[in-house]
Every structure is written in C-alpha cells, then in structure tokens.
C-alpha cells in the first residue's frame, strides 16, 4: 500500500503507512518528506547485453546467473555485476557487491592454468553448410561463422547443445552427448520389454534441474511408478525431435521431458528454445495419429523431487488410460527382424 500523506494542524505532517513486517498500520509525524529521486538504468544497457552476451531483467537492469547461488556472476564467465547496473542500490549495497565482484574475479586471476568443461561442441567443416543458425542460438558467442564455416570456441562453449539442434546439416557434434550415443541409450531403454499392465515411458532429464530433481525424490523418499527410464542430457534444449520421433517408433508409449524454470535455465535459454520445439512436435504427433498428449514437457527444479514424484504419477495415470502406443508392436516387429 502507498503511503498516505496529509497535514496536521500545527504545520507538521502525518504518514500512514503499512509495516510489512509487523502487518499493521502505523502513523508517522514528520516535519518534512522527501521523496526519493527515481532510478532508471542506462540506455545503452541493451547494447552492452548484445555484445557481452548477458542477459537483462525485465525493467531493464543488468541480471545475475542466480539470486542466491551465483548473485555477481553471469552465465558468461569472466563477467561479473555489482552496484547499480543490478538494481537501484544505496551505497553500503554497492560496496558489498562491488567487493563481491573483485573476490570472484580473483578466483580466476589466481590460478596459473583454467580446465574447460570436456562437453563442448565441435563443427565437421565438411558438413557445414554455412548457414549460421549455431551462431544466432548460441548464448555464449562460442559459435562464429567464419567464411562459410562455423568455428567453435572451446574456451567459451558451455556444451549445452542447442546448437547441435539448430543445425539442419547435422554438422555440430556434442562431445560426450553425441547423436549416436543419446540414440544408443533410446535403444537400449526401450530394448528390454516392460510388465504388459505397465506403459513404457522415456523421460529425458536435464543436468541441472530434473536430473538432480530425480535424485531429491529418491533421496527424500517420494515414491514414484517405476514406469519411467531416464536419460540424462545437459540442457533440455540438447533434445532433438528426432530423439523423441525414435523413442516413438522403438515402442514408447510416452516421452516426458523435464526442464529448468523459466528464467533459472543453466545455459540462459535452453529450456525456452526446448518448449517451442516441443510445441511444434506435439501437433505432428497428433497429425501421425500417435497423439500429443503423449508427450509432456515439465519445468522441474533440482528441489521439487516431490513435484516430480507427482508428475510421474499424473503421466502414468494419462499414459494408461491413453493404452499402448499404436506404433508399438509393429516398430517391436521391424526392430527384432532388423
């Protein structure tokens, strides 16, 4: 509630404004009221974010990889936020942060060599076609078109894989999260034949949110169908629709797919590029005849176990009331005379 302000009679000034804390009204006599002078960020913020690749809150201010866990840092490494390009701040905040932002530059400074994460991307010049959809997706500027072939930047590649996705000529590899081994372990999840009372369902996991969610729920205790084989990727945005099309014709009976919240996505916006995919999956799974509602994509964060618990729960319910895929037995067929 804003504050209400009127005169009194003896010249001084009566505030009514509510406590939060104490949840009550109180009334406050003053001689005098100042108001605060608005802050506004800079105009060029949204040159700064485009060329530093980070990333800006909705009024415009400059916004920090996680409020808690990483408050000065950006996704991209080596940048780091303090005083009021975050938020309107007083001086005792800006020093606190500013102070932040130098022991967190030092963390690097110090050491005398930097390790790179292993699961980056790499482009096959061979197959490249120079079309620079890697370089529009990725968040990271890891990705530059140069000539007619992209190149990828190892110390900047964070290995979310999006990129991987986006390119139509299949040339970018994932170490460690390639192709051939995500569909490798389709296979063989859906090798083994399930109780026939019990739907076969695929689950694609990310890293940092759904996996680690899977581990909160068996760590905590919360039961769940064990009608779901998970497979684990690094960003949500690394599942191609082919993934999920072979999931389908090996014998599936649903593909769940769990993701960040909007907005606490490990590589910025994996998670939302995942959602328009999934979106534009779903209607050619209803025109196959397979149906959309057999496949469910969740936002899952590394605390909600019990939140997956439940989703689980709700999705064997649908898969069985839905019945077998009805690809089922003739994609089995093909397989086994294959």
Not at 8 to 25: H, P
Not at 60 to 69: Q, S, V
Not at 145 to 169: D, Q, R, T
């Amino acid at each position: 509630m804003p504050p209400k302000v009127k005169p009194k009679g003896n010249g001084d000034l009566i505030i009514n404004v509510f406590d939060t804390i104490a949840k009550l009204e109180v009334e406050i006599s003053a001689d005098e009221v100042v108001l605060a002078t608005p802050m506004v960020p800079r105009e060029d913020c949204s040159k700064v974010s485009s060329t530093l690749k980070v990333p800006l809150s909705l009024n415009g201010f400059f916004l920090e990889a996680h409020p808690k866990l990483r408050p000065v840092d950006f996704e991209t490494d080596g940048i780091y936020l303090c005083g009021t390009a975050h938020s309107p701040q007083g001086l005792s905040e800006c020093i606190c942060q500013a102070l932040a932002s130098a022991s967190r530059a030092l963390t690097i400074l110090m050491k005398e060599k930097i390790w790179s994460e292993a699961v980056t991307a790499e482009v096959d010049p061979d197959r490249c076609i120079g079309c620079g959809n890697c370089e529009v997706v990725c968040e990271y500027g890891a990705i530059k078109l140069k000539g007619l072939v992209s190149e990828v930047n190892p110390l900047l590649c964070k290995g979310c894989g999006v990129c991987a996705v986006e390119c139509p000529a299949k040339a970018i590899t994932i170490h460690h999260f390639t192709d051939n081994q995500i569909s490798a372990m389709i296979t063989e999840a859906l090798r083994t034949p399930s109780v026939s009372s019990e739907p076969k369902i695929l689950s694609f996991f990310c890293n940092w949110c759904a996996y680690a969610g899977a581990d909160m729920a068996g760590v905590s205790r919360f039961g769940y169908p064990p009608t779901i084989k998970i497979i684990r990727v690094m960003c949500s945005g690394r599942i191609d629709p082919i993934h999920v099309l072979q999931a389908f014709l090996l014998g599936a009976d649903g593909v769940l797919i769990g993701g960040c919240h909007r907005g606490d996505c490990h590589y910025i916006s994996g998670n939302l590029k995942a959602e328009k995919r999934i979106e534009a999956l779903k209607k050619l799974l209803q025109a196959a005849g397979i149906g959309a509602e057999r496949l469910r994509f969740e936002w899952i964060s590394a605390g909600e176990g019990q939140k997956l618990a439940r989703v689980v729960e709700e999705f064997t319910a649908q898969i069985n009331k839905l019945g077998p895929n009805p690809l089922g037995n003739s994609a089995l067929k093909g397989r086994d005379e294959a």
